[in-house]
């Protein structure tokens, strides 16, 4: 009877405090919410005041612009060809920063990763040192760096490229040193014993293991610098997006060019997208 009503206890006991815990989760869910809208309409305050009190106004016209680029493409269709046509050297621009920057970006983010994980780096002290210089790139937007690239080196693809690489190698040093976490470390102590240097160890040891991973996360990272490319474009960094940007400011007259370059663009992306997810399914599940 004894151990009947201890169990008894204990099961009201669990039960409490679950109900105890649900409760917290409830009342902290209801803050954020709260919080959350507080934030929201702050926000359209401040919005609405910054624009002379037009904000609310001018949001019911958010989509006349793209309508205009709609009418004016179906007004000239013929011209949609040659306007795609146009728009692929700047596209193959795009790619080619994007490319460089991928690849430049997640050999640096492999490095920083190998060097901040726990168990792998050359130099254990400077782990921390290694996470941190990783989280700065990845905390500064592309466009920022590049618009300081921009001021120093002029405009073109090369401060694009820079920019994006950098910013690239704090996200995948971030994304690469999670998966370092999860490696088998007894090919790395194997190595070590027979007098492997780092070098050997990290290239026979882990590279191995988690190579796969690598390259899907690369991939995953070629298409967000394809969008991040044709972005900076409008600030003065060339290709696909400096081209949009010209038909965008002319305006009428010019929006049919606008939506030549916005197929392409969409379709360049749509492309790239399915590809890396085909080729990142096969990397995780094999030929199935």
């Given at each position: ?10 099961t009201?006991?669990?039960?409490h405090?679950y ?11 209801g803050l ?11 926000g359209f305050q401040?919005?609405?005041a ?13 989509f ?6 709609v009418?004016e493409?179906?007004a ?6 040659g306007?795609?046509?146009d728009?692929?050297p700047?596209?193959?621009e ?6 460089v920057s991928?690849?430049?970006g997640t050999l640096?983010g492999?490095?920083?990763?190998l060097?901040?994980?726990r ?6 002290r400077?782990?921390?040192?290694f996470?941190?210089?990783s989280?700065v790139l990845?905390?500064?937007p592309?466009?920022?760096i ?14 694009a490229?820079?920019a994006?690489?950098l ?7 971030k994304l690469f040193s999670?998966?370092?976490?999860n490696?088998d470390l ?18 026979l040891?882990?590279l191995?293991?988690?190579?796969p991973?690598y390259f ?9 610098n ?7 474009g409008?600030?003065g960094a060339?290709g696909?997006?400096?081209e ?15 939506a030549?370059i916005f197929?392409?663009?969409?379709a ?14 096969r990397l995780?599940y094999g030929d199935?």
């Open positions: 009877m004894t151990f009947l009503a201890t169990g008894a206890r204990g009201a006991d669990l039960r405090a109900l105890a815990q649900v409760q917290r989760r409830r009342l902290y869910s954020l919410t709260i919080l959350f809208v507080a934030l929201m309409v702050s401040i919005a609405q910054r624009n002379a009190g037009d904000f609310l106004n001018g949001i019911t016209h958010i006349d612009f793209p309508a205009d680029i009418d493409a179906i000239k269709a013929g011209n949609l060809p306007h795609i046509w728009a692929l700047p596209l193959i795009t790619i080619n920063i994007a490319a991928t690849l430049i640096l492999g490095l920083l990763a060097a901040s994980t168990g792998l780096a050359a130099w254990p400077l782990i921390v040192v996470r941190r210089l989280d990845r905390a500064v592309e466009i920022v590049a618009l300081v690239l921009i001021f120093v080196l002029g405009a073109g693809p090369v401060p490229a820079i994006i690489a910013h690239t190698a704090g996200a995948t040093g999670e998966v370092n976490e490696a007894k090919p790395v102590e194997g190595l070590a014993s027979v007098g492997a240097g780092w070098v050997q160890r990290m290239m040891g882990v191995p293991q988690v190579a991973n899907s996360y690369a991939l995953l990272r070629f298409e967000i394809i969008r991040a490319s044709a972005i900076l409008f600030v060339g696909i997006g400096y949009l940007k010209n038909a965008m400011t002319f305006g009428q007259g010019k929006l049919d060019e606008a030549g197929i392409v663009l969409f360049t992306i749509v492309i790239f997208d399915q590809l890396s997810g085909v080729i990142r399914h995780t199935a």
